[in-house]
Structure formats: structure tokens, C-alpha cells
């Protein structure tokens, strides 16, 4: 099992929805969770983190947090072609510091 | 800017030389992580260091992989005899601790012929 999954994608979601990315994670003490943005070519830009079960909401995204699911989610509302990009799930190990990266999903808004 | 910048941005070298990239982090952060990025995969955690102490490095990191963060402030990481195989994005990141926040810098293009 690899410690975080996410689903590669693409997912493709019309201007103006709501896009929704998954991603579940096998370390059950992780404590902090972050979503990275990466366009191509690009490094990744940090765009939530969320500590506490439940949801977090900035602007247009929102993360959701499942510990006892092992369950971390992140929500765009009224998507735009701008947010084309592969979004990153990182858990923090618990016992160091470092992140761990998922694979990401491509996400593809169409006018 | 304020944000983690490294250089160079790129670097194009032949099977069997030796680089060296360089991170300035974000002013008065103390821990500082070096990933690598292959295309199609997240980052990969190689090493990371608090204040001028690196306190992990990866079990995947090869013995030709060498960083160092000699005064707290920028760090430097060494690849010798490159390989085709270190062709990557290296990546830096820098936090000031507490929630972990880490924020990357833009990277450096290794492409090894």
C-alpha cells in the first residue's frame, strides 16, 4: 500500500463547478495535512493545510479531514480554467518533519 | 522577494560529473528540506536539516549525495559521478517549524546526458 493515494486523473470539470480531489493516507498518526497546486513545469505552491478533523474553508477551497478514515479532501468551487493544474496531497510524517507527496491528480477546467 | 529561491535554475551536465545547487531559504526560517520531483510523481523527501544540523536524510539517498547547511542560513546539495538516472526537479523548502508550513522555491532542472 502506498502511503498516500490519490487518483491521477485527469479530472475534467466544467467552468464554473465544483471540483472535488481525494486522497487517503496510511501513516494513522499523522497530525497536518497540506494541498499543494503545481502547474506544469512548475514547483508546488501551498494552497491549504488543515490540522483538525472537519472542514476548512479559504475563498474557493475547502479541505475536509477524516482521521479515522484516513481521509483528506480538498474542494474548488466555481473552478476556472486558472486552476488547471495537478494538486498534491502531503501528509507530515508524525515522527519527522518531512512530507509525504502523493502522485497528485490532474485537474482540467474547460471553458 | 522574500520567498526560498535556488540556483541554478537549470543545469545540463554529462554521466560522471559533478553539481551542486544551492538554496537560500526564507529569511529567519530554521529547517530547510531538499526533495527531488520526477515527471508523473510528487516530491520525494531526500534531506533536511534545522539550522545547520540535518537531522534526516532519506534511506534512498545514495552516498553520492551529499548536503550541508554550514552556517544556518543556505544550503548546498551535492550530487558526484551523476547518473542519468539523477535527471530530476530538486526541489527546496523552507519552514520556520511550529505548523510546518514548508514553502517551496522555484527548483533546479538537473538533465544529465
Known amino acids: 500500500q502506498k502511503e498516500v493515494e490519490q487518483n491521477s486523473g485527469p479530472l475534467s470539470v466544467p467552468e464554473g463547478a465544483i471540483a472535488s480531489l481525494n486522497c487517503t493516507y496510511s501513516d494513522r498518526v499523522s497530525q497536518s495535512f497540506f494541498w499543494y497546486r503545481q502547474y506544469s513545469g512548475k514547483s508546488p505552491e501551498l494552497i491549504m493545510s488543515?490540522?483538525?478533523?472537519g472542514d476548512k474553508e479559504d475563498g474557493r477551497f475547502t479541505a475536509q479531514l477524516n482521521k479515522a478514515s484516513q481521509y483528506v479532501s480538498l474542494l474548488i468551487r466555481d473552478s476556472q480554467p486558472s486552476d488547471s493544474a495537478t494538486y498534491l496531497c502531503a501528509p507530515r510524517s508524525y515522527n519527522t518533519d518531512k512530507l509525504i507527496f502523493g502522485t497528485g491528480t490532474r485537474l482540467q477546467v474547460f471553458p | 522577494d522574500t520567498g526560498v529561491s535556488q540556483d541554478p535554475r537549470h543545469k545540463i551536465t554529462k554521466r560522471g560529473q559533478n553539481v551542486t545547487f544551492r538554496c537560500d531559504p526564507i529569511?529567519?526560517?530554521?529547517?530547510l528540506y531538499w526533495y527531488r520531483q520526477t515527471l508523473g510523481q510528487g516530491p520525494e523527501f531526500l534531506t533536511y536539516?534545522?539550522?545547520?544540523?540535518?537531522?534526516?536524510k532519506s534511506r534512498l539517498l545514495s552516498d553520492r549525495f551529499s548536503a550541508e547547511r554550514p552556517k544556518g542560513s543556505f544550503s548546498t546539495l551535492e550530487i558526484q559521478r551523476t547518473e542519468q538516472g539523477d535527471s530530476a526537479m530538486y526541489l527546496c523548502?523552507?519552514?520556520?517549524?511550529?505548523?510546518?508550513?514548508?514553502?517551496f522555491g522555484p527548483g533546479t532542472r538537473l538533465t544529465v546526458l
Open positions: 488543515i490540522y483538525s478533523n
Open positions: 529569511s529567519e526560517h530554521n529547517r
Open positions: 523548502a523552507s519552514t520556520s517549524g511550529g505548523n510546518n508550513e514548508q514553502f
Open positions: 536539516f534545522q539550522n545547520e544540523a540535518q537531522l534526516e
